[in-house]
């Protein structure tokens, strides 16, 4: 953590460095991820001397929670939909192609 940086964004740091430790992260990657997220938090709320605009604009890390993860270029994977489609108990699941799954849940 940069020097000066304050008690709440220490606790931050150790937060989200543990939470990647428990996800499977390396301690190495973990450390970078949470230096990340922290120090673009702190560019967001004036904390630092100098922010990307990338930094101070678009929703927050704690907002976007972990919408990157099923939501990219193609959206969420077919298992990702079957699944869903089995919790909400869509029936002729199994003969859907992807965009009908899509359609079903309503995405």
Do not use: F
Not at 47 to 73: D, L
Not at 87 to 99: A, C, D, L, P, V
């Amino acid at each position: 953590m940069p020097r000066g940086s304050s008690s709440k964004r220490e606790r931050q740091y150790e937060h989200i460095k543990e939470s990647a430790e428990d996800r499977g992260e390396s301690t190495r990657r973990a450390k970078e991820i949470a230096a990340r997220t922290v120090n673009k938090e702190r560019a967001r709320s004036g904390e630092s001397k100098t922010a990307s605009k990338s930094s101070t604009q678009g929703k927050s890390s704690s907002k976007r929670g972990g919408q990157r993860s099923s939501s990219g270029s193609e959206g969420p994977t077919y298992n990702q939909l079957y699944e869903e489609a089995k919790r909400r108990n869509i029936h002729g699941r199994s003969s859907m192609n992807k965009s009908e799954l899509k359609q079903s849940l309503g995405h």
